[in-house]
């Protein structure tokens, strides 16, 4: 959200140049809590350069999809292949070292620690060596985090939160990057600024799985997207496709 | 330590909510070897029970009770058992009251189940009150080895006997032969400042004193009562320290007792004595090896035995030979067991009234303590009393009554 | 029977309800509607006495309620659900719902008129089973059952239908409607808008924490200004360009 | 800490009492005389079935003397009994209501020293002791769960706010004069029903029978009762209790002060059965402990946990003793062994055992 | 009691001896507020873990003759293991997501413990003399003795390698991290069970540096740990739970409480002034002096 970007150049949308390299594949997954089933045979994948948009209602079962895929809920059936390697019922810490990482809906900053530790815990997963450089390079990205680097993450506003949370996961030099509802209870300026954000960061290389409630927003960064419905992937095409099936409007607005 | 009339504060966790069975333990194994001829003819042994606070906040004054206890068993039963008998061995049945008085009052009754004709223990006044009741509805004689508090025989109880002075008679003892002390001395100390530990061994002691010593001329600067445990002395040093007294008196467990010698000395404290009644610090042998110059010179009123009687000395240097350290609560398991086993061999029998009426007649005289021949009135052994022990040179010596004494009081003593 | 009046709280600077106004007529069903975090369940938790306003009034059924403590605004027959289901973990479906009927009856007929409760939601064969195994379906139901058991005159649900699917949402909406008709005030936070369409007589609009717009269902759906909080700037015209 | 789950069955006799369905009927299936739902009329029967439950452990417990010829195995079931009776106490504010106290020997000492000191300073009869003694932990109940729960302490804070009381009690108990201060205090020996002492054991095993059946009964009431619901509500959500109408704060200090009640009943029986307390006996953290140790074993929040807590853990101890006698400290490392063992293995305590088996035996079956 | 002269002379050598046990509280609590704070569990068995520390240092001493300092160097990463061990294969695999679990597992392993040790290590108190047993230093008027001096400084040496590593370490941050959000900490690749572990390990290293410092001035017997438990509760409630500070500044205060209570309403009674304050805070301020807002 650097000031200077503000707003987001359209997608590649000939996907020119991008490798058709599947990063990530999922195939028919199934989790929940207790004995509650939340995600019913959910598949989806991401090639290497894209960035996805999952859409859907709430409680449709998009963050259960994405703890599942990162190794925070354990899957029950189905499979998680990431860069060709079988990744299910892996442990998260193995996820994130292996670049699949996200920034969770909420933001979950370390409240206690300040903005330099909580980006610093980032790059847990990565070697020392590696880490002055991503520092400086996310913090080139986020000014506004330089500014409060000794601040501790708490006493920041929600976009500043944002922006920690997003500067930590790219601390860890993610290959995907997932977005869970990025843009929620922000200003309207600040939620631009975010979706300029993403763009720049997938032109930089980075593939990006997004969640969003800002569907309009979304599908114009998307290449593709999936809309979830009861834990099951209803539709994916791309945002042509997906507008013209009206799906969209009855996920969101039921009508 | 002396005889807590109530354990000190019961253990955070360890012990609540336990029941115990006891066991049968090793007079057996201590008889079997000692005879060999005997065994042929052996007649069924006699069982006692032995019920002692083993785990829990007072565990340690019970271990050492019990390892007197133990003592008195191997002399017994090596020495030929009862008599009157025909050599019948004493078989001890340990059970372990766990420092709580709910627990021993159930292992009186099962140690009734298992048909012991009488209880030696249970060392605590509080497990005392307890198991004493407890063992007087099936009229099982309890003999106890310290449980000094004078409610215990103040009851009307008739199975109760207690070998050694109740609390009482302790501190007014204790009052007097320090009076003696000063007085040979020509009075040097005038002033006193008592410190003693909350529960009812160290708050009755104190009140006492404190009532007590005007009537003979001293004056009490200073009554200070400090928690069990108390991790600071250095507070109370300084008070002390303020006070200038001529003599520290102190009631008090030996954990606090050592700390609070320790810190007087680190604080330069140095009053011409330091005076405890029951205190146990000043007549164990570890402590004075342990404190080394700091406990030099300490006194203590306390169960000791006749230093002029070789089998004192010798039950010590025993004790002291199986790794143990040779302090007053062994000392006076051993000697209720002895009486113990004096009655059962007039008694002839195990009936348990006989044995309660064996004890109540006791003469007993042929002990190795600073008593006269035993004489029980309402269960409390009259003749019973105890005398002063002094540290010197990193040992305990008897000091006062001059009849018992084996080396001459220090005092004033300079401690600190 | 309900009217909100300027009705405000802030949290740390922050104004998560901004001087919110409303009037709700007995008998109506009412909706909250806006985007994610604009507020809904912070105005819930305000007109329900879980937070204390920090300006504003609430007043239920001509009674200035603002500032009273939860339960005694429950007691006073408004009653609310929550978004995230609130079961009693632990107790069966039928005990969860007997604790909303137990208000005013003797804990026998708290009982049996939970079953009564349970079969009129659709949980009367699931009323010894345990409150957590039910399926998130069940659980909206086992919300709305505990609240109904407790007889309110004015009805808060909060996003009782997220969550399920279109053949759920369809069974439950004639349910929301007989409460209704049985005499019941409702106001709701919904999402599903197929829902809000349905049933809602008039709708509010809360983005940010302030009413954007306020009518029927038709005029809100239809006003660019809530497209737009909904699906993010320049959604209006975007969407209406590709249908 | 967060609310236990209720645990709604405990093994054997207590399935019967807690939840099991009736065999062989599902759930939608009407019991015939009422019309009713099957579960309703297993719900309403509730009570019922408790006071079955419980008569017939009392009259089998009444008659257990005719058999127990041996004192020992009374003074067994009678101390087992008063751990009962700790233990009801603790359940209804811990196991119904949630919130652990760690720090209920200030009721039980209340108690006692109340009852003691009645007698001995101003020579009233037992009884009026015991009553006085119960009202005195009812009213310190109510006075510790106003200031606690007003103050919205929950969890570890309403733990350590008990421990730290109790403590505050037995120091000032061993400071002020009218207790005895650490002398303690030793009421007269005095045999009698009227003064609540007993020549024989029976009679001590009675009147623990008796106490521990109430309290027991008491446990029955919570767990069946509106009262009950509302507190188990609180436990479990307590935002959703109260948006149905439940003031949490109420209910949790009645808790409180019922709890105190029955746990000064404890502290009383304790002082009329040894006839000496002092400040650590009856303030001392073992009391707590004992208190919260037995539900926590047997089951939390069900009615006869405490019972099957306070047996069981009294049977380990024996257990204990049985194997390892000759070393008291190592059986008792041994109890503290078979103690983690127990939690590790039994997650829900013994009457979360029940609970398990029918869950396997479910999922068995529609495998 | 209550003697103007003698508390205006003891008032200010009163201060300095709370201040000095006060550092060794506060070491005690340090453990405990870590425990506490990253797993939010009451730990029961802490004051037998320090009474372990304790015998083992009296062991070292006795049997291979090292000094109680020295033995810091075995101490410290021997209780480390120890409760690296405990968490793992003890503590978690009990706890099934319950708290009163987590409670009685620790009452168990304290029972265990402490009767483990009576059994081995026999009742009796043990200390040890050294040759600074008796050496004293004056501070400003009032005399301390060498022990409880160093003590104080290995206390307050503790606490700043323990705020060191909590803020300049990976791990530090990362057992901060979790205390406070552990999903969030999930998401960046922590191994959360390993965290927990951890943080139990460097609060019973906290207790083995504690146990190095407290035999020479004090004491040891099976029981030892009682004494200490509930004063650390108190200090862990008033520094705030999980607050390091927190437990530097609340050892001290309650040293001082403890002291000028004793010198005020006598050694006895004045034990209340801390539990009075305890319950002050737990009701009017639950966080604590330092804590965050729970």
């Known amino acids: 959200m650097n000031s200077n970007a503000t707003t987001a150049p359209g997608p590649s949308t000939g996907m020119s140049g991008a490798p058709e390299e599947t990063l990530l594949a999922v195939q028919d997954l199934c989790s929940g809590y207790g004995p509650v089933e939340v995600l019913r045979e959910a598949s989806l994948s991401v090639r290497r350069g894209e960035i996805i948009a999952l859409l859907g209602s709430n409680g449709a079962g998009k963050s259960t999809f994405i703890n599942t895929v990162c190794g925070l809920v354990q899957p029950r059936r189905g499979a998680i292949a990431w860069m060709g390697r079988d990744i299910t019922g892996s442990a998260s810490p193995e996820i994130v070292a292996a670049g699949l990482i996200q920034v969770p809906e909420g933001r979950r900053v370390f409240p206690n620690l300040s903005v330099l530790d909580n980006l610093i815990l980032g790059s847990y997963r990565r070697g020392r060596g590696a880490r002055t450089a991503n520092l400086e390079r996310v913090l080139e990205t986020f000014p506004r985090l330089r500014e409060r680097s000794r601040q501790s993450a708490g006493t920041l506003s929600g976009g500043e939160q944002q922006m920690l949370a997003i500067g930590r996961a790219l601390m860890g030099e993610p290959v995907l990057l997932i977005l869970d509802e990025p843009s929620l209870g922000l200003a309207p300026v600040i939620v631009e600024e975010m979706f300029g954000l993403i763009a ?7 593939s990006i799985l997004l969640v969003e409630q800002n569907v309009a927003q979304s599908l114009e960064l998307a290449h593709r997207a999936y809309v979830m419905e009861n834990g099951a992937v209803v539709f994916s095409g791309n945002r042509t496709e997906l507008l013209a099936s009206d799906r969209l409007r009855r996920a969101y607005l039921g009508a | 330590m002396s005889d807590p009339a109530s354990p000190p504060l019961p253990a955070l966790d360890t012990t609540s909510g336990r029941r115990r069975f006891l066991r049968a333990s090793g007079a057996l194994a201590a008889s079997a070897g000692a005879a060999p001829g005997l065994l042929l003819a052996q007649p069924a042994p006699i069982k006692v029970g032995v019920l002692l606070p083993l785990t829990g906040a007072v565990a340690y004054p019970g271990q050492q009770s019990r390892e007197g206890v133990m003592l008195a068993l191997d002399d017994i039963n090596g020495g030929g058992g009862i008599k009157s008998m025909g050599g019948a061995r004493i078989e001890a049945l340990v059970a372990d009251a766990q420092s709580q008085p709910q627990v021993g009052a159930a292992e009186v009754d099962k140690l009734n189940e298992a048909g012991v004709c009488a209880i030696v223990g249970p060392y605590a006044s509080a497990i005392a009150f307890a198991t004493t009741q407890a063992a007087a509805r099936h009229n099982i004689a309890c003999v106890l080895d310290q449980a000094v508090a004078d409610q215990i025989t103040a009851r009307g109880l008739k199975n109760v006997f207690r070998f050694g002075p109740s609390y009482e008679m302790a501190v007014r003892t204790g009052i007097n032969n320090f009076h003696i002390l000063n007085t040979v001395a020509g009075k040097p100390v005038k002033t006193v400042v008592v410190v003693h530990e909350e529960s009812l061994f160290g708050t009755g002691t104190a009140t006492t004193i404190a009532r007590d010593l005007p009537a003979l001329g001293y004056e009490v600067l200073e009554v200070i009562k400090h928690a069990n445990p108390t991790r600071d002395f250095n507070n109370i040093a300084l008070r002390i320290k303020a006070r200038n007294p001529d003599v520290v008196m102190q009631a008090n467990y030996l954990n606090e007792f050592a700390l609070l010698l320790r810190t007087l000395r680190q604080q330069g404290v140095r009053p011409k004595a330091m005076y405890s009644i029951f205190g146990g610090g000043g007549s164990n042998p570890k402590v004075a090896k342990e404190l080394g110059e700091a406990a030099e010179g300490v006194l203590d009123c306390n169960h000791w035995f006749n ?17 143990l350290t040779f302090t007053h609560e062994l000392l006076m398991g051993y000697n209720a067991t002895m009486l113990l086993a004096d009655a059962i061999e ?3 029998s195990t009936r ?10 006791s003469t007993w005289a042929d002990h190795f303590m600073p008593y006269g021949p035993t004489r029980f009135v309402n269960g409390q052994n009259q003749g019973a009393q105890p005398i002063v022990t002094q540290i010197q040179k990193g040992d305990v010596r008897v000091v006062l009554p001059n009849t018992y004494a084996e080396a001459e009081p220090v005092f004033p003593s300079r401690v600190g | 029977m309900l009217e909100l ?55 239920f059924a001509g009674r200035d309620i603002t500032g009273w403590p939860a339960h005694q605004v429950s007691r006073e027959g408004l009653v609310r659900t929550f978004q995230i289901v609130q079961p009693f973990t632990g ?41 957590e195994s039910l399926p998130i379906a069940g659980r909206k139901r086992l919300e709305l059952a505990r609240a109904l058991a407790a007889e309110p005159r004015l009805l808060l649900l909060d996003e009782v239908l997220a969550g399920l699917n279109p053949a759920e949402v369809a069974e439950v909406l004639p349910l929301i409607e007989s409460i209704r008709a049985a005499g019941t005030t409702v106001l709701m936070i919904e999402h599903v808008m197929q829902a809000v369409m349905s049933l809602a007589d008039d709708v509010w609009v809360l983005a940010h924490g302030s009413l954007i717009a306020t009518g029927t269902p038709e005029s809100v759906t239809r006003d660019p200004a809530v497209i737009e909080a909904y699906l993010g700037h320049g959604a209006a015209a975007r969407l209406a360009g590709a249908t | 800490m967060h609310p236990p789950q209720s ?33 309703v009329t297993h719900l309403l029967g509730g009570t019922m079935r408790s006071v079955r439950v419980l008569g017939a452990i009392g009259i089998v417990l009444a008659l257990a003397p005719l058999v127990l010829h041996s004192d020992f195995q009374l003074t067994f079931v009678t101390l087992a009994l008063y751990s009962t009776l700790l233990g009801a106490a603790w359940n209804i504010l811990g196991g119904f209501g949630g919130q652990y106290s760690f720090g209920h020997a200030v009721f039980f000492g209340l108690g006692a020293y109340v009852a003691a000191m009645l007698q001995v300073h101003a020579g009233v009869p037992a009884w009026i002791g015991l009553v006085a003694g119960v009202a005195a932990g009812a009213a310190a109940g109510a006075a ?18 008990t421990l730290a009381m109790a403590e505050v009690f037995r120091i000032v108990a061993n400071s002020v004069p009218f207790t005895g201060a650490g002398v303690g205090m030793m009421i007269e020996l005095r045999t009698g029903l009227a003064d609540l002492q007993f020549e024989s054991r029976r009679g001590y095993y009675y009147l623990a029978l008796v106490l521990a059946l109430v309290a027991l009964a008491v446990g029955s009431w919570v767990r069946h009762s509106r009262f009950g619901a509302a507190l188990a509500a609180v436990r479990d959500n307590e935002d959703a209790a109260r948006a149905l109408g439940i003031d949490a704060t109420r209910v949790k200090v009645a808790a409180t002060a019922l709890s105190g009640t029955l746990m000064a009943a404890g502290g009383v029986f304790y002082l009329q059965y040894f006839h000496y307390i002092d400040p650590s006996l009856v303030f001392g953290p073992s009391v707590s402990v004992e208190a919260l140790l037995g539900p926590i074993v047997g089951g939390l929040g069900t009615v006869l946990g405490p019972l099957i807590g306070a047996f069981a853990l009294a049977l380990v101890s024996q257990i204990a003793t049985h194997l390892l006698g000759e070393a008291p400290a190592l059986s008792m490392a041994l109890y503290g062994l078979i103690l983690i063992v127990m939690v590790t293995f039994l997650p829900r305590g013994i009457g979360g055992l029940g609970k398990l088996v029918r869950l396997r035996a479910r999922r068995g079956r529609d495998a | 009691m209550i003697d103007g002269a003698l508390i205006g002379a003891a008032l200010w050598p009163a201060l300095v001896n709370g201040l000095t046990m006060g550092a060794i509280y506060a070491l005690i609590a340090l453990g405990l507020t870590l425990i506490y704070g990253v797993l939010h569990i009451i730990n029961f068995a802490h004051g037998s873990l320090l009474m372990v520390a304790l015998y083992a240092v009296l062991v070292l001493f006795e049997r291979l003759g090292l000094d109680p300092y020295a033995a810091l160097v075995v101490l410290v990463p021997g209780m480390f293991a120890l409760g690296y061990a405990l968490q793992r294969f003890v503590i978690n695999p009990a706890r099934h997501g319950r708290d009163e679990n987590t409670l009685l597992v620790t009452l168990g392993l304290s029972i265990v413990i402490e009767n483990l040790a009576s059994h081995f290590f026999k009742t009796d108190t043990r200390q040890i003399e050294t040759a600074y047993t008796f050496m004293m230093v004056d501070v400003a008027g009032a005399t301390i003795a060498m022990p409880r001096l160093l003590a104080c400084v290995g206390a307050l040496v503790s606490c700043l390698v323990l705020a060191v590593l909590m803020r300049y370490t990976d791990l530090g941050r990362a057992i901060r991290a979790v205390a406070r959000e552990a999903q969030g900490a999930r998401v960046v690749g922590i191994d959360v069970e390993h965290v927990f572990a951890m943080s139990f390990a460097i609060g019973l290293a906290c207790l083995g540096a504690a146990a190095c410092f407290l035999l020479p001035a004090y004491y040891v017997s099976p029981q030892v740990g009682h004494g200490f438990v509930l004063v650390a509760f108190t200090v862990v409630v008033l520094g705030g739970m999980g607050s390091f500070t927190g437990s530097l500044v609340g050892g001290l205060l309650v040293g001082v409480i403890e002291s000028l209570g004793g010198l005020l309403l006598g050694e006895s009674l004045g034990q209340i002034g801390v539990f009075v304050v305890f319950i002050a805070i737990l009701l009017l301020r639950p966080s604590g002096l330092f804590g965050h807002k729970a």
């Open chain 1, 200 to 206: 720049r960061l997938n032109q930089s290389g980075l």
């Open chain 2, 307 to 323: 230093p002029k009687d070789k089998r004192g000395p010798a039950l010590r240097a025993r004790a002291e030979k199986k790794g």
């Open chain 2, 346 to 348: 007039r008694a002839r």
């Open chain 2, 352 to 361: 348990r009234e006989a044995i309660v009426d064996a004890l109540a007649a």
């Open chain 3, 5 to 59: 009046t300027r009705l405000s709280k802030r949290f740390g600077g922050l104004a998560a309800v901004d001087s919110v106004s409303l009037v709700l007529e007995e008998g109506r069903i009412g909706a909250l509607i806006g985007p994610n975090g604009a507020g809904k369940t912070t105005c819930f938790a305000l007109i329900s006495g879980f937070i204390r306003p920090d300006e504003g009034r609430v007043v």
């Open chain 3, 91 to 131: 107790q069966s479906v039928l005990e969860n719902i007997a604790v909303g009927a137990q208000r005013k009856r003797s804990r026998a007929a708290a009982i049996a008129f939970a079953a009564e409760v349970a079969a009129r939601v659709g949980l009367g064969d699931q009323l010894d089973k345990p409150a």
């Open chain 4, 7 to 39: 645990n709604r069955s405990v093994t054997g006799m207590a399935s019967s009492i807690e939840d099991s369905a009736p065999p062989g009927r599902g759930s939608f299936s009407r019991s015939a005389r009422s019309g009713q739902p099957a579960a």
């Open chain 4, 144 to 161: 510790l769960g106003a200031i606690s729960f007003r103050y919205g302490l929950r969890g570890s804070y309403f733990a350590l706010v």
